[in-house]
T-cell receptor, first 112, second 113 residues
Framework: DQQVKQNSPSLSVQEGRISILNCDYT??????FLWYKKYPAEGPTFLIS?????DKNEDGRFTVFLNKSAKHLSLHIVPSQPGDSAVYFC???????????FGPGTRLSVLP | SAVISQKPSRDICQRGTSLTIQCQVD?????MFWYRQQPGQSLTLIAT?????????ESGFVIDKFPISRPNLTFSTLTVSNMSPEDSSIYLC??????????FGPGTRLTVL
């Protein structure tokens, strides 16, 4: 049973517009969440994180929103750029030092 | 952040052979992790390697198939033993830093014929 779900395998967005990537989880013990970006032939790159004590975290063009009651988080990229085209993974963990569980990923394509 | 390198970056191996993948970090870290990403799938944790103790394996992974060494705080190896085509994957090491964030190496792309 998948504990971390990313129900959209792919997403296409026009350059300059907002990209919204969604992630749902089932384990209520998850307390810490990360987003990674992965280009082909490279390892995942950490983007942004959020802990359950917050509902929003912002870093430049990237904002992550967490809705604990809905067990849902989303990553907003504004404005989207062609270089953002990659696979995005969300990952969740119940506490520090515990292993992360990764979602299946969403492939984002930003069209010029 | 941390700079993580892996060797080899890719390899093509024959069925029944073994391959050892090396992971080197530019700083001392307590926890290192080995992941597998099979074609079209997400990252799956194989095991956690802490220096000075036996690696902890996730369900579905065993030491005989994936022996791990962790001789010091900057280095680890993962061996894929007695390979079959089902082992064709990208293997990634990652480290857990004090900021409670995992950083990944570039991965090793393994193809088993």
């Amino acid at each position: 049973d998948q504990q971390v779900k990313q129900n959209s395998p792919s997403l296409s967005v026009q350059e300059g517009r907002i990209s919204i990537l969604n992630c749902d989880y089932t384990n209520s013990m998850f307390d810490y969440f990360l987003w990674y970006k992965k280009y082909p032939a490279e390892g995942p790159t950490f983007l942004i994180s959020i802990s359950s004590i917050k509902d929003k975290n912002e870093d430049g063009r990237f904002t992550v929103f967490l809705n604990k009651s809905a067990k849902h988080l989303s990553l907003h990229i504004v404005p989207s750029q062609p270089g953002d085209s990659a696979v995005y993974f969300c990952a969740a963990s119940p506490y520090y030092g515990q292993n992360f569980v990764f979602g299946p990923g969403t492939r984002l394509s930003v069209l010029p | 952040s941390a700079v993580i390198s892996q060797k080899p970056s890719r390899d093509i191996c024959q069925r029944g052979t073994s391959l050892t993948i090396q992971c080197q970090v530019d700083s001392q870290v307590t926890m290192m992790f080995w992941y597998r990403q099979q074609p079209g799938q997400s990252l799956t944790l194989i095991a956690t390697a802490n220096q000075g103790s036996e690696a902890t394996y996730e369900s579905g992974f065993v030491i005989d198939k994936f022996p791990i060494s962790r001789p010091n705080l900057t280095f680890s190896t993962l061996t894929v033993s007695n390979m079959s085509p089902e082992d064709s994957s990208i293997y990634l090491c990652s480290v857990d830093l004090s900021e409670y964030t995992q950083y990944f190496g570039p991965g090793t792309r393994l193809t088993v014929l």
